[in-house]
Each structure stands twice: as C-alpha cells, then as structure tokens.
C-alpha cells in the first residue's frame, strides 16, 4: 500500500539516470557560488590571473622569443587553460561524492550519478571560461586566429577526460589511503607546474630532457593543440594516440577501484578524513 513504485522499461531508466544527473550538474555548478554567473566568473578570473601572471613572466625574462611564432597570447592560452583544466578536473574528482556520502542516502543517487555529474560541471564551467577568456582576449588585445579549431577542441577535451579519469582512481583509493592519495595528488599536481610543458616548446627541447616529458599525457595534449592552433608548428615528439589510450586503460582502471571499494564501503571511513 505505501510502496513506491519504481520505473521497470529501460527508457524509463535511462530518463530516470539523466534526470538525476542533470540535478546533480546544476547542484555542483553552483557549490563553488550560490549564484551560477558568479561561478563561471571567478573561473574567467582565475584563468586571466594565470595568464596575465605568465605575460608578464615571459615579457620580464625577454624568452617571448622562445615562444611559436605567431599570437602570442593564443600560445599562453593553449598552455595555461589546458593546464588548468586538466588539474581543477583531477581535484574536484578527487574530491566527489563516493559510496560513502550522506548524498548516497537518496535513493535515485549512485556513484555512477555523482562521477558523471562532477565530470559534466566542469567541462561545463571550464568551457564557458574559454570562451569567455577568447571573446576578451579577440576584443581587447589582438585578434584570435585559430588553424584548427575542431582538432584544437579535441585536445581540450582529451585534457578534461584525462583530469576525469585520474581524479576516479584517486577518489577510488582515497578511502583506503586518505593521506598517502593527499600526497600523490598533491606532488602530481605540483610537477605538472613543469612536466606539463606550458611554458615549453616541444619540438625544440633537447632530446635528454624529453623522456622526464613524455610520460605526461598533458604534455602531449598540450604540444598536439599547439600543432592544431598554430598554422606554421607541427607537434614531431608528441602525439594524440598516448593520451587517448592512457584515458580508457586509466578509465577502466579507476571505475574497477571503485567497484571494489563502493563493495566492501563503510561509513566509518569518513572518520579518517
């Protein structure tokens, strides 16, 4: 008599699932802000932040030179949005509801729910930074010339899925380690300061530094959108295969350790945290 009674057909479900990670978007859009515009602004701002601090850098110690030939600021924002992108992905997965949050008490929540909505808030939030930050950019400096667009958007999108899929390997691990993932994370995101090669050219690093480079995925992402945005580079020590396939092995790695750990998941683990 009072039980509720639950949608059996598949495309029941299937609306069911999209309807509850659209409200989970819309909910972890406004969690940084109250107010949704607000949120997306003070991404724009942290994102000119970056790029005016490296202008100013590179203008300082006179290496523009260094820099591709062509619009300089495009070369900044193809390092520094990317860069940003990748590594505010990896944090607010990290950092997502797992099998152990109250918001798991709701019925229609899962885990599954709460990935794909925190995966969707940010490439939500990111994109419309982007696009904001080129319209400023394209008005108030120089215009913006883009060779490739399409290939320039996959490799910004090839940045937010590898962010994605190791932020689920370390929001898997984090309740059997909390401190030791604390850690990881934290030298990860700090070498990607480097190792991500924002403020290097790719293709005229010398060979004996490339191999401390290469195992980097976002310094491929990264060198193979600066070969689509510029018309006269071509990416020849970097290449888009490495990242694609490094996504789907860390994907499948990441949704099994949650798996295993939404099986044998305790409440008592937010003791430890």
Known sequence: MFEQSQARTMRALVFNFFEVTYYATVRKVRK??????LSIALSVFQSLVFIAAFYFMFSILGTRAAAIRGNFMMYLMSGIFLYLTHIQTVRQMMSAEGSTSSMMQHAPMNTLVSIVSTALSI???QTISLFCVLLL???LVEPVEIANWEGAFRMYLLAWGTGVTLGIIFMAVRPWAPDAVQIISMIYIRANMIFS????VANMMPSLMLPAFEWN???????QARGH???NYFPHVTNAHYPFYFTLVALLIGMMLEHRTRKFASVSWDAKR
């Open 217 to 223: 995925p976002l310094f491929h992402v990264i060198d």
């Open 137 to 139: 950019i394209h008005g």
């Open 197 to 200: 090669g924002k403020m290097f």
């Open 32 to 37: 940084t802000h109250g107010n949704a515009v």
């Open 229 to 231: 945005i510029f018309v």
């Open 123 to 125: 490439l939500y939030t």
